[in-house]
């Protein structure tokens, strides 16, 4: 049929297409024929008689001139990527006294193969390095000679000497020229010098630079320190870490046609310097006083406190309410910067022993923490002129107006006492002010009310943290709208209830008595490059207008009359106008009040008419008997003015009487010592002053044991989160 011979004819075609696919594939088959696999077998063959000569000429290149060769690579290897290190940037004083600088060290490097290569080459190389580095000669010839190291091209013998002993190795192995005037004798003994000189090989240096503080702890928790890899580990050090670094250069090198050495060198650039606002003279003085009250409460105290303190924590900060600039800050945790590892008299060795990372971290951070901006506190009453500067700005209350104080305000489930439970009875704002009356300012709160206190409370920057260019800061925690009520608004109108740090408290005091003009408080006024031209000048900061001029005058006023007539009589310094507010504040411990645990402090101004310096003392649980008698802020306050101020050409303007005198228990040559040493010429490298006698005056101003309500937890509390009480870091990292 049609289909079947279709069907054949299909099939014919396939049996014809897979015959002529063979026939193909068999010519291919045929092309690699017996010829062509002889020929491929003949060139693998001088393939591997090629490879077989090289390798043999290879080995001969090798035994003949293996060693000019290798030192040659060596040579190379060493000068073709030599890094040049950069200098971190000094830290200096605002009147270039140097806190921080970094000092040119070397390694001393041996390479013992060189000094191998000839025997006329080792005693003339021991005997340079004895000369200079005073080495044993033994010891090092040991590491010369011995079996392992002897063929060693890299043996550290000396590590971070001193740059001025490599210069001096270099000078005493230098060739010497032969003058053409010289005399025979002369050419001889330099002939001879110069035979021994050439004999000196296999020595080299490895530069670096080392971080120094040659004022030891001074400002310690404000410069802070780095470690060898030039890193910022606190204070200054830290967050300036990559202003203060710089970038390493290079030594690149090749070999010529010649075998000559051709050099290229990347100078490095170092690392800028910080100008900072603090004056060494100042900072001298402040730490001198600090150190005083803490050593008399140390000896004399009822506790035996870790690290033998006399107190849990105290900071002083020394400012210019004009600019924010910081003039001095202290704590009285300082450490040497030179030994920032070292734990002694903190801890035992047995102790130290015994720690584990986590441990160790937190030791050593406690030691390094800056209590005037991580910790945070309730402030007491020296935060009543920030609550009545608000009353004066908002109109809620004026000059005229009066407070009647009876022991005490009744609120819904708490009764708050002031600090004098029989009442002060009528009060003006400025009695208030006097007298700290806790009353009052609960008074003066209300008619504020909860929204405006708390948009005053933002606008002088508490529970926000003030930007102080330091690591680390806290900030505090307050009260917001929606988590302040009555109760709320009483106990902070007088500084409890809310906490802040010690930076805070004097930024918005300075504020307040300045003309009204927020600054945010600064540590660095200019940062310079390595040669000291001026790269940034960083200047003073305004943050806002929180009060006017007048209102500012009106409190400088009211807290004139707190050192003159008031709590702060004891800050009283002879010949000038001083202002101030004295502080008391109950400790709070897991969420309940402490009994008879306080913070004491004081903030002073002068002159009261035109305030130069804020001053800010604070003492943490001090170890005393009696912790809220703190007149003793109010006379380390005192001391220290009496020296800074003479310095710092603030002249006095008052009389000074023998009634002040007698309050202050002074006698007139004390009163005017500080006055004397400034006339003599006292340079800012001098210590000024000669510290008069302490006295524990133990009088002053107390809240009282109160049992009002403490800071709460919540989510809430505008700035709790943010709560900080201490920066910790991994100690492994410093090494």
Sequence with gaps: SRVSRCKRLTSRKKKKKRAGQRNRIDKREKKFDFFMQKKLLLLFGIVVVVFFLLNFRIAGITLENGEEYTQQVLSQKYYDSVTIPYKRGDIVDRNGNIFARSEKVCNVVLDCFAINSDSDFLEPTLEALEQIFEIDKNEVRGIITAEETKESRYQVILKDVDFEKEQ????????????????????????????????????????????????NSMASTVVG?????????????????????????????????????????????????????????IQRVV???????????????PEQIRGNLGSQNTGIIVADPNTGEILAMATNRGYDLNDPFNLEGWYTDEEVAGFDDTQYSEAVNDRWKNY???????????????????????????DNDTFYCDGGEQLPDYYIGCNNLAGHGMQTVSQAME?????????????????????YQELFNFGKRTGIDLPN????????????????????????????TMIQELAATCAIVNGGYYYQPHLVKQIQDADGGVVKN???????????????????????????????KYA??????????TGTAEIVKDGQRVEDRYVVSFIGFVPADDPQIVIYVVVDQPNVEKQEQGSFTQVVARKILMEILPYLKIYPTEEITDELLQTLGITREEATEGMRLSDSGTTSNELIGDSSDYQNLNEGEWAGNQNFPVPPEGENIEGADELYQGGMYQADLYQ
């Design 287 to 301: 730490e001198k006083y600090l150190n005083e009250i803490e050593q008399e409460h140390a000896s004399t105290g």
């Design 225 to 281: 320190f780095s470690n060898k890899a030039n890193d910022g580990v606190a204070g200054l050090e830290l967050y300036y870490n990559d202003i203060l670094n710089g970038t390493n250069g290079r030594e690149y090198g090749y070999l010529t046609e010649q075998s000559e050495l051709e050099r290229k060198i990347v100078e490095p650039q170092d690392g800028n310097r910080l100008v900072t606002t603090i004056d060494m003279n």
């Design 168 to 215: 001096e190795f270099e000078k005493l192995t230098e060739i010497e020229e032969i003058p053409d005037d010289a005399s025979e004798s002369e050419k001889a003994r330099i002939k001879g010098d110069n035979a021994w000189k050439s004999c000196v090989k296999g020595v080299w240096f490895e530069e670096s630079y080392i971080r120094e503080y040659p004022m």
């Design 473 to 500: 800061e806290s900030s505090g925690i307050v009260f917001d709208t929606q988590s302040m009520g009555e109760v709320e608004l009483a106990t902070c109108s007088f500084g409890q209830g809310l906490t802040c």
């Design 435 to 455: 007298n700290s009356c806790n009353d009052a300012l609960m008074e003066i709160a209300k008619r504020i009310g909860i929204e405006s206190f708390c948009e």
């Design 538 to 568: 960083i200047d003073p900061v305004l943050i806002r207008q929180v009060i006017s001029e007048k209102n500012s005058e009106q409190v400088r006023d009211y807290m004139e009359k707190v050192v003159t007539e008031g709590t702060g």
């Design 372 to 398: 005037c901006v991580q910790d945070s506190f309730e402030p007491g009453s020296t935060f009543k002129s920030m609550t009545i500067a608000s009353g004066l700005e908002l109109g809620a209350i004026s």
């Design 572 to 581: 009283q310094v002879p010949g000038y106008r001083v202002g101030g507010k």
